[in-house]
């Protein structure tokens, strides 16, 4: 019995120094030290390099690769005091070459509840002239028209329950998205998730 409990005691012994280990194990990795708005570039003074155990499902930026996200974009709004995440560094600008910024007016049925952020891409629905669901819905009828789009930001209009929301589109698509906007036939839809 004796032996029997200093084995369990040495099992239960070695079983604590490892999680210790395992917990005390720490990283370098990539911290927001100041803001940057989304689609800025990422300066060195940007970034902190922080020594945490970070969880693999967070994706954190290693410090050994800051040479690698410095002069890049900021996919989304970095704010101080956060993790940089893989998917939060852009090569080019959002929108980036052979995009149009599209400036759209939309009230708060025309955008998702849940508040879309600049980097998420979205899709632009044309509603018809009358913005009714249209063709959609007819025997024989066609799907509505879409567009992918960027989010690059979004500002609150001087009139309440109304946004502006700026997206990239591609540049073929550009001025036809902009007179849709202009004639208030676009609904912006986002995957879920």
């Not at 998420?120 to 913005?131: A, F, G, I, K």
């Amino acid at each position: 019995m004796v032996a029997l409990a200093v084995a369990l005691i040495a099992t239960g012994g070695l079983t604590a120094a490892y999680a210790v280990t395992l917990v005390g194990a720490t990283n370098a990795y990539l911290a927001v030290a100041r803001s940057v708005p989304a689609g800025s570039p990422i300066a060195a003074a940007d970034l902190t390099v922080v020594q945490i155990n970070a969880d693999p499902a967070l994706r954190p930026v290693p410090a050994s690769r800051s040479a690698d996200v410095i002069g890049k974009y900021a996919a989304v709004e970095l704010y101080p005091g956060a993790l940089l995440a893989e998917g939060q560094v852009a090569d080019v600008p959002l929108g980036g070459a052979g995009t149009y910024l599209v400036s759209i007016g939309l009230t708060q049925d025309r955008i998702p509840a849940q508040r879309i952020r600049p980097g998420v891409t979205v899709l632009l629905v044309v509603t018809s002239p009358e913005n009714r669901i249209g063709a959609a819905e007819e025997p024989g009828g066609q799907a509505p028209q879409t567009f992918p789009a960027t989010v690059v930001d979004i500002a609150d209009a001087t009139q309440p329950g109304r946004y502006f929301v700026n997206v990239a589109v591609d540049e073929d698509d550009g001025p036809y998205v902009a007179t849709l906007a202009a004639a208030n036939r676009i609904v912006i839809v986002r995957a879920g998730g």
